[in-house]
């Protein structure tokens, strides 16, 4: 896959998705989709991630975040779209 067929989005969920496994289910979508980058927890109680991967499957992403894990309740969730920084994998960071 070329450069030019895959897309980065930068994502910041808000709601209840800390402490309810948001990462963990984040991180495991993320890999069953073939989805690389990362995702981690912000001070002020929000989720933010970065995927990077085929478009179909980054916006497929993008989508999941608006349900997130079981225990989740997603108030809103903002997405930037931008040129692919070469993540490879997908990571919890801290």
Same mark, same amino acid.
């Given at each position: $896959?070329? &450069?030019?067929?895959?897309?980065?989005?930068?994502?910041?969920?808000?709601?209840?998705?800390?402490?309810?496994?948001?990462?963990?289910?984040?991180?495991?979508?993320?890999?069953e989709?073939?989805?690389?980058?990362?995702?981690?927890?912000?001070?002020?109680?929000?989720?933010?991630?970065?995927?990077?991967?085929?478009?179909?499957?980054? &916006?497929? $992403?993008?989508?999941?975040?608006? &349900?997130?894990?079981?225990a989740?309740?997603?108030?809103?969730?903002?997405? &930037?779209?931008g040129?692919?920084?070469g993540?490879?994998?997908?990571?919890?960071?801290?």
């Amino acid at each position: $896959m070329s &450069e030019d067929d895959r897309t980065h989005a930068h994502v910041f969920v808000s709601g209840r998705v800390q402490g309810v496994y948001y990462r963990a289910n984040t991180r495991d979508t993320a890999r069953e989709r073939g989805v690389d980058g990362w995702v981690r927890n912000l001070d002020d109680g929000r989720v933010e991630a970065v995927f990077e991967g085929p478009r179909d499957a980054v &916006e497929s $992403m993008v989508e999941w975040c608006h &349900e997130g894990s079981p225990a989740a309740r997603v108030e809103d969730v903002e997405a &930037e779209y931008g040129e692919p920084e070469g993540y490879t994998g997908f990571e919890i960071r801290r």
